[in-house]
């Protein structure tokens, strides 16, 4: 008997002689996806003051988060004083988005900052360690809730000098588990010449101090994807302005700010890169931003997590580190095999 012929490398392309209509799939995609909604979770950091609030709630052209600025000159600052997520559902086109933002409180205005990033980075490590414990749940829900951080928005001073030794820790800190958005706040407070300058010395830290930012280099990029990419690398950080006010200029209703020399709009590139900013939250990078997050950092910690609940399990009883949850020793062995094909043995 003839042997089998061996399968082919690589499959060739076959174009059907009819219409057989499984080019329709795309269509199934997205009527399942939008009656599911999408889910973005962004977490806000940055010193107290920065209008992070503000410029959240211009980026979706929503009231969602209080802002935290005095409403008049002898009024009290507010501040946050605690890591608070707010969720808010909007639609836009029969797009439903749930949106959860983190704000956290501004840190470096005490005494002594030491460790003040330990809540932020504990927070976003307990969102991971959460939807892992429900990967690990023998019935799981058909759907988890993702409640991961797929973007951090870091907020730095318009100093105009260079990044502060905190921003240069934290950052450090942030960048090993989360996709990091370095924004420029209130950048109006600059010239454009001293915001150009600001902007190049702080990429100079950037690359000296090995802070690793988003979006990064993937040899899965087309040339079109590494080509928008590299804008948003030359943009990097924003320079942004917010305003929860609605102005009317020359008959058009836009967001900004009016002082005594006149009217900021915020949408304006001549003014600001805010525009840039939310195009790139929204428009093109919304998306990968999730995929990354769960591709990268999720994995990373996972892998972390399983290896570390698989030594202990060898360990025994009295030995290894303590599991990530009371059941998670017990799953690791029902999911030995998923382990296994994974690369975890």
């Not at 080019?23 to 889910?39: A, N």
């Not at 090993?176 to 010239?191: G, M, Q, R, Y």
């Not at 950092?297 to 060898?314: D, G, I, P």
């Not at 360990?315 to 029902?334: K, T």
């Amino acid at each position: 008997m003839a042997a089998a012929a061996a399968p082919s490398q690589q499959a060739s392309s076959i174009f059907p002689k009819s219409h057989v209509g499984f080019d329709s799939i795309t269509q199934q995609i997205e009527k399942k996806l939008l009656k599911r909604g999408f889910q973005f979770n962004v977490i806000c950091v940055g010193q107290t003051g920065l209008g992070k609030s503000t410029l959240i709630n211009t980026i979706f052209a929503s009231h969602l988060i209080d802002s935290k600025g005095r409403f008049t000159p002898d009024e009290q600052g507010r501040s946050t004083t605690e890591i608070h997520p707010v969720t808010h559902v909007i639609e836009e086109n029969g797009v439903r988005l749930r949106l959860n933002i983190v704000d956290t409180p501004g840190y470096g205005d005490l005494v002594n900052n030491d460790r003040c990033w330990d809540p932020i980075v504990k927070y976003i490590k307990d969102q991971h360690s959460a939807y892992l414990r429900k990967e690990l749940t023998a019935q799981r829900d058909r759907y988890i809730q993702d409640t991961r951080i797929h973007c951090c928005l870091y907020f730095i001073q318009p100093t105009g000098h260079a990044l502060k030794p905190i921003d240069i820790v934290v950052l450090k800190k942030l960048s090993e588990i989360v996709n990091v958005v370095p924004v420029i706040a209130k950048a109006d407070a600059l010239t454009l010449e001293e915001r150009q300058q600001f902007k190049d010395r702080i990429r100079d830290e950037f690359a000296f101090h090995n802070i690793r930012l988003y979006p990064y280099d993937n040899d899965e990029y087309d040339h079109e994807e590494t080509a928008v990419n590299q804008q948003i690398k030359n943009l990097i950080p924003f320079a942004v302005i917010g305003s929860d006010k609605t102005l009317n200029i020359n008959g058009r209703t836009v967001r900004g700010r009016q002082n005594k020399w006149g009217v900021i709009n915020v949408e304006d590139e001549n003014h600001c890169e805010f525009i840039y900013l939310r195009n790139f939250l929204t428009q093109t990078h919304l998306q990968d931003l999730i995929e990354t997050t769960s591709q990268i950092h999720y994995e990373s910690f996972r892998a972390k997590q399983l290896l570390a609940l698989k030594e202990s399990s060898a360990a025994g009883p009295h030995g290894g580190s303590r599991p990530i949850s009371p059941s998670a020793d017990r799953e690791l062995s029902r999911n030995s095999n998923r382990m296994t094909m994974n690369g975890y043995n």
